[in-house]
Structure formats: structure tokens, C-alpha cells
């Protein structure tokens, strides 16, 4: 069966990281067929068309959070709407922390912080590094450019927990219910093509991170059984 997914590609997303995103969407067992939506002012995916789509995902950006809200806030209460009506929501990095309510889509029970600045981190600057994650009990090393935590308050509901930081056990992947849908978020990036580790003379974990980021996609699709 065949799933429409729909990957932001815009001002508010950082160079290749919509089309790693993207191809590990296609590369999962979902099936999806995906389309690229966005542009330099805000999203433009309309209601219908998020509508139709079984997944929109939010790729990582650029350096400022503020800057990247502005350039998307106009889709807010579309996305909201999407969410809450049953839709899933998918962010990477940026895609992380805009899914919380301090300058995001307030898709979260709770909100996001820097794990760089967050106590006991072991990465403390913003270049593209390695970080050790434990994901569903498992020490990972995974692609990272200053991506998010997310703390969750104690009374949430239906929050399941996939992976930690390992060194200061802050959480950098979970899924948690918004309305009727289901929320995916992760700090590091499980997409990271080869290229990327390359480039910053980094050992490459493309292949064990994208068996993660599937992990996530699975986690975030869940039991749905709306006929995409």
C-alpha cells in the first residue's frame, strides 16, 4: 500500500537535510511516496493536502529556532489541526524543537531545551559531531548538530521514551499523543547520509542510524488503521 508522506523543503530547513529525510521515509517499510512541500515565506501545504498525507515531517534547520518559527508559524494551527485530527507529525532536530511550545507548534505535553547546555552533556559546542545515544537499550553513536531534548512533565499520558542521551539521560527520541495522532521527535539525525560524516571526518554510522530512524518511523505510525 502505498502512503503519501509530506517532507518540509524550505528557508526554515538546512541544506540536504529534507532530501535525507526524505529518502529514509521511502526507505522504511511503509511505503511511502513522497512530496516536498514549502516555500520562502511559510508552508504551503493546505488542509487538503495534509489531509491526504499519512506523515508530514519537519527536517533539522538552521542555527536559530526563533528564525525558523518565523518562517513557518503561518502553518501552525494547519498543523495542529492535521495532528490532532489523526495525522502524524515527524521532526528531526530543528523538526524536534519545533514541535515544542516555546517558539514551536505546541505538539508537545511538554517543551525542548539544548542538550549542549543541558547538565552532564558530553557535547557542549553547536559543530557536527558524534553523540552517544542509548536507543531502546542500546548504545548508538548518531549524527548531531546541536538538536534538542525534550522534557516530558510526570503526569503525561502515552508517552513512550526510544532513546536517551547517554551521558546525561535526557531524552532524544520519543513518540507522545496529540488529539487523535501521534507525534515523532528525535534530537540527533537518524536520515545522516554517508556525506555527512564524511565531511566532518566522522566515523560512519549511516547505516545503524537509519535502522534507528526506521525504528522511529514504526514507533510513530503505530497501529493506524486509516485506509492511506
Not at 54 to 77: D, E, F, H, I, N
Amino acid at each position: 500500500m502505498t502512503r503519501k508522506a509530506l517532507v518540509y523543503r524550505g528557508p526554515a530547513a538546512c541544506h540536504g537535510c529534507s532530501e535525507a529525510l526524505a529518502d529514509l521515509l521511502r526507505g522504511s517499510r511503509w511505503g511511502f511516496d513522497v512530496d516536498y512541500v514549502g516555500d520562502d515565506k511559510a508552508l504551503t501545504a493546505a488542509k487538503g493536502t495534509l489531509t491526504a498525507a499519512a506523515l508530514y515531517a519537519q527536517p533539522g534547520g538552521g542555527k536559530s529556532v526563533k528564525r525558523a518559527y518565523r518562517q513557518t508559524k503561518g502553518s501552525t494551527g494547519t498543523i495542529r489541526d492535521y495532528v490532532r485530527a489523526g495525522g502524524r507529525y515527524l521532526g528531526i532536530c530543528m523538526g524536534g524543537y519545533l514541535a515544542g511550545h516555546w517558539r514551536g507548534f505546541g505538539l508537545l505535553p511538554g517543551d525542548t531545551d539544548q542538550f549542549i547546555t543541558s547538565p552532564g552533556a558530553d557535547v557542549t559546542k553547536k559543530k557536527d559531531t558524534l553523540v552517544e545515544v542509548d536507543w531502546q537499550g542500546r548504545r548508538h553513536n548518531m549524527f548531531f548538530q546541536d538538536g534538542p531534548i525534550f522534557r516530558v512533565p510526570p503526569a503525561s499520558q502515552g508517552v513512550t521514551v526510544l532513546a536517551r542521551y547517554a551521558s546525561n539521560r535526557e531524552i532524544a527520541a520519543m513518540i507522545v499523543p496529540f488529539g487523535l495522532g501521534r507525534v515523532g521527535v528525535c534530537g540527533p539525525h537518524p536520515e545522516a547520509p554517508r556525506e555527512w560524516y564524511e565531511a566532518h571526518n566522522l566515523t560512519a554510522e549511516h547505516e545503524s542510524s537509519a535502522r534507528l530512524g526506521h525504528d522511529l518511523i514504526d514507533a510513530l505510525m503505530g497501529d493506524r488503521d486509516k485506509p492511506w
